[in-house]
């Protein structure tokens, strides 16, 4: 019985969580003011009072505790002084705050001067309230010593039940409660918890000695060991005890008391607590607080039992109590999951009274905290107690279900329910997922980066070209690869899913799959791939073209076999809180789109706009990559007016679905920006393939490529410095979106264009680039000899330090700023995002980075830069139009940050649409809230 298991219905969602030490989520700083939104009631926000008072009472003599006060006196003490305070049935105690943690630690882990001597005092107001005494020989008060963070760590610190038991004090306990197997059942616990917890003792010296008591008596279950049994098992326990700790098991209740709060101040600081914490993102806090309460007794017979339960379905949100219980057990064991338990629906076939009043309990906690609680019970000769009670934890499905359900129960507000929805958890209502009942049974064999969620089963294909060959065949294929480029784009579009072995959040391969919604695991170091073989290897294990695997993008789970999927489905409820979110949101929300179906797809998924098409994915696709290759290798403008030629029709088409999709709706294009050695055809194949379309030696080509090698194409030719030094290539791409514009407008379609230029650095590439952009349009509109008003602006990306710091000079040319944050947050930082994942997972688990810039905006560095050039435009040009279109667009602490530097849009890819539009509205909401 490992305390360290977590509870059976939380397992499924928290498996393996450990196994990927790296930053799947955004911080949680912990805030020092109630979360609004959280438990706290309503009635009662305010901070706990600063004072010395290191501990506080809860139970019928007094209660000195409130529920805002997690920060003091942790998560569960806040609780059960609030639950003692409304009047429910919960066991006295006291607790010790946080504060005194963190004392301990400044004072190198010594116990504070003074803190025994309140303990003292708590523990005869104890003694008074119960009628019984601490260590007595007649009538003995235990007690649990609990941890308890402000922030819920279940399972993750330390927990000591039946504490003040000694050889007298149980005989006390036996004749007090008239039941000796009881009471010895509850020593043989305390000792092998305290050996284990307290001093180290690993729990299978003792697991060990009861396997052998037995044994010899003959019996299975501990619940079948007679109470003979278990008096030789406390001898046989103290004996263990005594062997490996090198002293007796202490005989003085207090010793005791004093040594088991130092453990759960020091369990505050165990790995797996760290870990943890880290896992969850969870900052801020200063330790743990430790719950001292007199024990009731769930193992004393069949009428007594212990359990745990949700008030509502977590996993559906379903209006239902959830959960479970055993007889005859105490908390620990449902906890370990010894035996299997019994559903709380079944439990009035045991004791309809009890189950009776679980319900009301169930209702008035509802009404109190006004959301889906999750409580622990025991039942002690048939009376029901209450020890803990916190928001549930909950899928998305059940956030959006309960939130909806309880503004109709009018348990809260519109407002209310749109702050409790966390933004990012949408993502599981958009994406067919695993069916969570089949994943339990699933062998994980490795795990990488959730880079964008979804579930796809296929087998692996090596190439993009055997990607496409495979699906087009009917296979269901997943791509691995160990990291893709954007030649992979058409296999990687035809896979049912996308797993790399290098790479991080915002790969190329990440990035790609988001925009589409596809599935993508990325950076999953573990597999080592040997595509000429057909084959990757896991862990010695080797799977080939013919072996069905799983992948979870959402989780970064790869798994063997094929997994079923749920389809999602968009519920009312999903639609009705974007109704209302769109309701507060001062934000627009845009979408990054490259082609008609993503531009539809983002449509319907509520977005008012694209904020960007990334011309460039244009180009890879069949035919277009060939006159792309002609264009690039041409060694003179003839030949590359010539190649670009052939481009023109594909782009004018690409964008008339744009405009057709976007009717009405800005349209913000940007004009060619990747480095070209991305488009050279870097292999013999692609190579001969181009020389024979150019009609040259293979030789020529090959010595073209290698002439355009960069040796940092990232910051070489690439970006505006290409249409600055290929004018040929804004024209041909200004010419296809203008045609278009203009093809649309014939057709009575009302097209908003906005012509982007990237990575501008200063004020004379923009205005030059400007000055071609307008010559383009005039020399079109001459020659098809059109008058009407055409709505094209003339904008940059900011993505180049520089540009953020000029901003005011760069307004004076530009229409409108669009901030690049992807390119922005590599310049500032210098690191380079492809190759970030050798050293940036590093940084994050040794703290020397909180979160991964890539995924959610750094404010105090590269956010800095885009305050300044939001400021400094606007004092050139007070109406300038500013958005964002890097991926921080769909992160909703990033769009909190957009809202409040005051952008008018925000840009992201489709299926983060519905995201933004709820993280929009949340930074509203957010800033509204009375402090
Ligand atoms: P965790 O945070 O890991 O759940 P807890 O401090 O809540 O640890 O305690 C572990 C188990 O012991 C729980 O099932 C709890 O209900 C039970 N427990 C704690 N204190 C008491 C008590 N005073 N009487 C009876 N059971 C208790
Ligand atoms: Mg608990
Ligand atoms: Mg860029």
Redesign the pocket.
Known sequence: MS?TSP?PIESSKKRSPALAARPSKPTKKVSKKPAGASAAPAADKSEAPKSAQMVYYFGKLKTEGKAAWKMLLGG?GANLADMTSIGLPV?P?FTITTDTCAKYYELKKRLPLGLMNEVHKNIALLEKELGKKFGNVDNPLL??V???AAA??????D?I?NLGLTDAAVEGLAKSTGNRRFAYDAYRRLINMFGDVVMGVSHEHFEHAFDKLKRKHKVDLDTDVSEEGLVDLCAVYKEVYRHKVGEEFPQNPFKQLELAIEAVFKSWNHDKAVSYRRIEGITGLNGTAV?I??????NMGDDSG?G?AFTRNPSNGDSAFYGEFLINA???D??AGIRTPQTVDQMPRWNKTVHAQLLKIKGILEKHYRDMQDI???IERGTL?M??TRTGKRTGFAAVKIACDMVKEKLITEEEALLRIPAGDLTQLLLPSFDPTKKSIAKVMTKGLPASPGAAVGKPAFTAEEAVERARSGEKVILVRKETSPEDVEGMHHAAGILTSTGGMTSHAAVVARGWGKCCVAGAGEIHIEADKGEFTVKGKTYGRDSVISIDGSTGEVIEGALATVAPEMSGDFSKVMRWADKYRRLRIRANADTPADAKRARDFGAEGIGLTRTEHMFFEGERIIAMREMILAETKEARVAALAKLLPFQRDDFIGLFRAMDGLPVTIRLLDPPLHEFLPHDDDNQKQVAAALKVPVAKVRQRVSMLHEANPMLGHRGCRLAITYPEILDMQVRAIIEAAIECLQEGRRPIVEIMHPLVGTRRELALLREMTIATIEKIKSEQKFTKKLDVKIGTMIEIPRAAVTANEIAEVADFFSFGTNDLTQMTFGYSRDDSGTFLPHYIDHDVLESDPFQTLDQGGVGQLVEMGIDRGRATKPDLKIGICGEHGGDPKSVFFCHEVGMDYVSCSPFRVPIARLAAAQAVLKAAKPK
């Open positions: 305390k509870r569960k066991p105690g007690v649990s609990r941890s308890g819920s760590m279940p399972g993750m610190m927990t039940l719950n309460q007199s024990m009731v007794y769930g212990t745990v105490q908390g620990e449902v906890v622990e019970f025991t107690f020890l803990q």
